[in-house]
């Protein structure tokens, strides 16, 4: 019973860095209506920033407290980047603009901290002293009841702040009414700067604090942005005292849930504790925050006024996709090894990215579960095969078929959330799908990866050990190859037409509008549920591609963070068209373009995260429909011409009707 | 007036509380064949609270039927499909879709094997109605234009357009006429008729009083969501009730008399009407 | 008398629509205008215009002089044009007192003002909005306003869902508060009685433009214009009215 104790006051620690993220994510969102996701990579550069100048990363070392200073100036000033470059500009963008914007920053912060830094875990520098003191007979390291009081005071502070000042009554106004706001001369672009510079201020405080307990990591730091977004959700965005309470208990749960794993009854996965119970955890809160507060967040009477992207018609459909079926096949055979694997995968990836044109770009949902989706079809025909010797093809039909109807159920679940709570609550699920079923080694793939023999059909192999292989005669076979490319294109000339059919229509009908849909006689609900299973169908048969293309598969292909950075892509190419997934294919991860620019010029991945990143920003700003929706209004543009001239006689034979109508109808 | 032909909206007691407010007070209501029924009131009178209870987007008590069919436990889409169109005030065309694509949406009726079969389907091959209806609102030449491209007055249009393609028992539009100029008004109006006299019955919600009352077979008045007068529009344009309604109560005992001949003049106008 | 509103052609509306077109229209200091007609006219659309919540799409903007066209929406309030929306742009989340704190930088608002014209409010002062009837939410949005010391004040549908007790007297310390101030007030009103009781002229909104203009002796005299306004059949009237005039 002491040792729960114990573990329980252990887990303030990561509860302070929870509740100072949650405490900065609602304070964002007060000032400018914005879910930042950013907010646990802010934490995160901060202690990078804290560390380098403490152990003397750039040449010279400082002092704590000027170190501290600097560090507190650089996250402030990150703050005052993503309020200029990002949220203001986005001010009058639909709140989904504004997330996927945050999402943007987040990727960038983390490819800086990695191309920095790089991937190895930095102990942070102590800040806080290592003593201990006795508890009701127990010895408690004093840095967490430090952690826990900082965090405490800067909730009580801000609670205040909101109370008493002036700028804290201004935000209360502006966040209840921002048209009423701006009629008495609040301006909501200083109350947001304030607000973003204060979050950003108190994350980047707890990051350094807290970096010490939990250790400096590029890949889990931004991501405590997930249990700290559960803090905020049952703060409803509002409340600095419960935001802060919840963090602090989240904590607490999941240093218990730690404790629980050391006991003997505990689950155990071949010898080890189950894991990822922890983000499991952190999901269930979600939802049970979801249920609990509503799944809609508050209003505050702001003014959108951009629109979605649009989602024009596909023209020349099979000509396209002939061309570049024979572009490919040509590559396939004449790429050296490398850039035929680079065009694999890229080709995969453009049919992942299918899976969002479909549900993000036809229906409007984002669902950052459908890469956790597609490994789910991965390991499932992993352990077909291995588990239950069921091979190619059943194998993978199998395997997309469950892929399939688990996406329809988790449409089921969440047909009543949309918009940005979709896409938390999708977040959260990919992340704890990734650590609970991914990389357990009974479930998923453990940490080795769980193999994935090539398949054959009629004895013949198709997989990328198959023996023609090309010109330079190196794996990954061509034969695969081929076989990635009918199965990209089938899709492909699929998803496009889809477009074009009385559902792609009501698809979009319900993007535009859920109730005039309803009006107009369609079944909003199946029309939503048609779509994930359609989106999660594509995303399984990508998983399955995945796992034939390396002979293995593992948790890291299907991480959150890396569904994230295929969002990011999928918006920068045109998230609205097939060939804007196309596009996102080959500028993501491992694909062509940038194991090109990494071969030719030694430009690292981590490089294209970072200008992935700025460009998904960009986008958002400057063309929210991407590179192909760019690419086809200035040929919508070219062809206006004839058009004009034709309307303009349309409208010279109303204007000549115009005596007969008033004559009849004005008395 | 027409109360001998076929009836194909009818209301009885309808009535919607938000909160302990009173939006709608038992309004029975009926459109029959061939009807242009005006639904006229002032700010806050309960007129579009009436089009989303009979269309089912706010609970109600009370009893809805169309065509026969009892609408009163039906979800929305439902009532959609048993031929209840409707528009909004704010005009929500599907901005990513072609006008044609637009009246699409609309006139699909649908099975769960139908959306299956759908996912690989044909393009959209145009038909006949949607030519019609097309043809009768004067869009063809504008078949192929993205809804967002259109001008205020093409998209009101096309609101009108799509809700007809489903082709509806009755038609219900909120505010058509919102937002246009009055050249614009009056050839909204001209439509209007045109679609009644082709068929389909119509309940139009709209503040401009000179457009009901000279294009509406017969008005229906509210006043914080109770009829306070109904007839044929030279009828409700006398009532002092009405006018009262509009101009609060020292207005009305002065019209009378004043009033008397202009309303003489309007009605003489009206009767030039085909 | 100086106008410190004046509005030449204007055109505005929303997503490139136009519901107000071509209008002009001016208010003097310390004079009480009306904007009235029928619902849908364009009434809200004008005064959001003027505070600068709609961006107009053609003509020009002088307040006191100065061209309004590029001045944000805050910075407009700030130069002393109030603005109490339909939905009187209170904060439902704070209290009376919050209200007057209410501010921005270098601003000090004068509660003495609002309590005097409506001594009712500093019993309420520890209220939350949210809990206060509407007659005391109206007060408070046109005390609020008057605290500011506007130059000009914007009232829309002041009197709308509100008891009649309340109406009476609230659109009388309107005219008060602009004779005693000088004040100019821009009044959007759909009780017409009341409005023709205080207001010095009064302009008539109908579907966009203006169709009638006249001072309030006028008004009050031939309510057969106004009446026929409402009811759609000003546009030939007024013709008449102007052939007769030109005639």
């Known amino acids: 019973m002491k040792l729960v104790l114990l573990f329980a006051l252990l887990g303030l620690g990561t509860g302070a860095l929870i509740a100072g993220i949650a405490l900065g994510v609602v304070l964002t969102y007060r000032g400018s209506g914005i879910i930042n996701l950013a907010t646990g990579a802010v934490a995160m550069v901060a202690g990078y920033a804290f560390w380098s100048l403490k152990t003397g990363f750039f040449g010279f070392q400082l002092g704590t407290l000027p170190a501290l200073a600097i560090t507190l100036v650089v996250a402030t000033g990150v703050g005052a980047l993503m309020e200029v470059g990002a949220f203001r500009p986005l001010r009058t963008a639909s709140p989904l603009a504004k997330l996927a914007a945050s999402l943007g920053i987040l990727l960038t912060a983390q490819a800086a901290m990695l191309l920095g830094f790089g991937t190895t875990v930095k102990a942070a520098p102590p800040i806080l002293p290592s003593s201990a003191v006795a508890v009701v007979g127990l010895t408690v390291p004093v840095d967490r009841f430090i952690l826990a009081g900082a965090v405490i005071v800067i909730a009580v502070g801000l609670a205040a702040l909101y109370r008493w000042s002036r700028f804290g009554l201004a935000t209360r106004a502006a966040s209840e009414n921002e048209v009423a706001a701006m009629l008495v001369g609040l301006s909501p672009n200083q109350l947001s700067m304030v607000n973003t510079l204060l979050a950003s201020l108190v994350a980047g405080l707890m990051g350094v604090l807290a970096a010490s307990l939990v250790q400096l990591n590029s890949t889990t730091l931004p991501l405590q942005i997930v249990p700290a977004l559960a803090a905020a959700l049952f703060a409803r965005f509002t409340s600095f005292g419960i935001a802060c309470a919840a963090g602090l208990l989240i904590g607490i749960a999941q240093s218990l849930m730690y404790y629980a794993s050391t006991q003997s009854w505990f689950p155990t996965d071949q010898g080890n504790p189950l894991p990822g119970i922890q983000q499991l955890l952190v999901f269930l809160i979600i939802i049970i925050a979801m249920f609990w507060r509503g799944a809609s967040l508050p209003g505050r009477g702001e003014l959108v006024e951009r629109r979605l992207p649009s989602v024009p018609l596909p023209e020349r459909l099979l000509r396209s996709a002939v061309i570049a079926g024979v572009v490919c096949v040509v590559a396939l055979i004449v790429f050296p090894y490398d850039f035929r694997q680079a065009l694999i995968t890229s080709l995969i990836g453009a049919i992942i990215v299918m899976s969002f044109v479909v549900i993000t770009g036809y229906v409007g949902q984002i669902s950052v579960v459908q890469l956790a989706l597609s490994g789910v079809a991965g390991f499932t025909l992993s352990h077909l095969v291995t588990d239950a010797g069921i091979g190619f093809p059943l194998g993978p039909i199998i395997a997309v078929a469950v892929t399939t109807l688990l996406g329809v159920l988790v449409a089921v679940s969440a047909l009543r959330v949309r918009g940005v709570s979709l896409a938390v609550v999708t977040l959260a699920a990919a992340l704890a799908m990734e650590q609970f079923i991914f990389v357990n080694s009974t479930w998923g793939g453990g940490s080795g990866g769980s193999p994935a023999p090539s398949p054959h059909l009629f004895g013949v192999n198709l997989g990328p050990t198959a023996s023609f292989r090309g010109l330079d005669g190196d794996q990954p076979s061509a034969v695969f190859g081929f076989l990635v490319l009918a199965v990209t294109l089938a899709l492909g000339v699929y998803v496009a037409n889809l477009r074009r059919t009385s559902l792609g229509r009501r698809m979009i009908a319900v993007r535009a509008n859920e109730r005039a849909a309803a009006a107009a006689g369609v079944h909003v609900r199946n029309v939503k549920l048609i779509a994930f299973g359609l989106s999660s169908f594509v995303a399984g048969v990508a998983g399955t591609l995945y796992a034939y293309n390396f002979g293995s598969i593992s948790a890291t292909r299907f991480s959150a963070l890396t569904a994230l950075g295929l969002i990011a892509f999928a918006y920068i190419g045109g998230i609205t068209m097939v060939s804007g997934a196309v596009l996102a294919g080959l500028i993501s991860t491992e694909a062509l373009f940038p194991h090109a620019f990494d071969k030719w010029f030694g430009i690292s991945g981590n490089w294209a995260l970072l200008v992935g990143g700025l460009a998904l920003i960009i986008t958002l700003r400057v063309h929210p429909e991407g590179i192909a929706g760019a690419n086809y209004q200035r040929k919508q543009r070219r062809r206006a011409a004839g058009r004009g001239s034709r309307l303009k006689a349309w409208s010279s034979r109303w204007r000549a009707e115009e005596p007969t109508a008033t004559s009849e109808v004005k008395p | ?274 | 008398m100086k106008d410190i509103l004046r509005i030449d052609g204007l055109t505005a509306g929303y997503d490139g629509a136009a519901v107000v077109r071509d209008l002009d229209l001016t208010v003097d200091a310390g004079e009480v205008v009306a904007l009235l007609g029928p619902n849908g006219a364009g009434k809200t659309t004008t005064l959001r215009a003027i505070s600068g919540i709609v961006r107009p799409m053609g003509g020009r903007l002088t307040f006191d002089g100065a061209d309004l066209t590029t001045v944000s929406p805050s910075e407009r309030a700030r130069r002393g044009i109030a603005h109490v929306p339909e939905d009187r742009g209170i904060f439902f989340g704070l209290t009376v007192a919050e209200h007057f704190r209410l501010c921005h930088r270098g601003e000090r608002l004068d509660e003495r003002t609002a309590y005097e014209y409506f001594p009712l409010l500093r019993e309420l002062r520890t209220r939350r909005v949210g809990l206060l009837s509407g007659g005391e939410q109206q007060m408070l949005a046109v005390g609020r306003a008057l605290a500011r010391r506007p130059r000009l004040l914007l009232l829309d549908e002041l009197t709308l869902g509100l008891a009649p007790v309340i109406v009476e007297r609230l659109l009388p310390v309107v005219r008060r508060y602009a004779l005693d101030s000088g004040c100019g007030v821009l009044l959007v009103e759909q009780q017409i009685q009341l409005a023709l009781e205080v207001v010095d002229r009064g302009y008539v909104l109908s579907r966009g433009e203006i169709v009638l203009h006249r001072p309030i002796e006028e008004l009050r005299a031939d309510r057969r214009l106004l009446i026929a306004s409402y009811l759609g059949e000003t546009r030939t009237r007024e013709a008449e009215d102007d052939a007769a005039a030109s005639g």
């Open chain 2, 1 to 274: 007036m027409t109360g001998g032909e076929r009836r194909i909206l009818h209301t009885d007691g309808v009535s919607v509380s938000f909160g302990g407010v009173r939006a709608l007070v038992d309004v029975d209501l009926d459109v029959h064949e061939s009807q242009l029924v005006g639904l006229i009131g002032p700010n806050g009178a309960g007129k579009t609270t009436f089009i989303d209870a009979i269309t089912g987007f706010v609970r109600c008590r009370g009893h809805i039927e169309l065509d026969g069919h009892d609408l009163s436990s039906l979800p929305p889409h439902a009532r959609a499909q048993l031929g209840l169109a409707r528009t909004w005030q704010s005009i929500e065309l599907f901005d990513d879709l072609t006008v044609r694509e637009n009246l699409a949406v609309a006139s699909h009726r649908q099975s769960v094997w139908a959306a299956v079969r759908e996912t690989v389907s044909r393009p959209l091959a145009s038909t006949t109605a949607m030519d019609e209806t097309l043809a009768l609102l004067g869009l063809e030449p504008l078949a192929e234009v993205l809804a967002i491209e259109l001008s205020q007055a093409n998209r009101k249009l096309v609101g009108v357009a799509r809700a007809l393609a489903a082709g509806p028992r009755l038609l219900c539009l909120d505010e058509p006429a919102a937002g246009l100029d009055s050249r614009e008004r009056a050839e909204l109006g001209r439509r209007l008729r045109s679609v009644v006299d082709a068929g389909t019955p119509t309940l139009l919600v709209d503040h401009d009083m000179g457009l009901v009352l000279s294009v509406c077979d017969h008005v229906v008045v509210l006043d914080f969501g109770k009829v306070i007068a109904h007839g044929p529009p030279s009828a409700v344009r006398r009532d002092s009730k009405v006018i009262t309604a509009y101009l609060g109560s020292a207005a009305a005992e002065l019209t009378d008399p004043s009033l008397e001949s202009a309303d003489e003049e309007s009605r003489a106008g009206a009767s030039e009407e085909p």
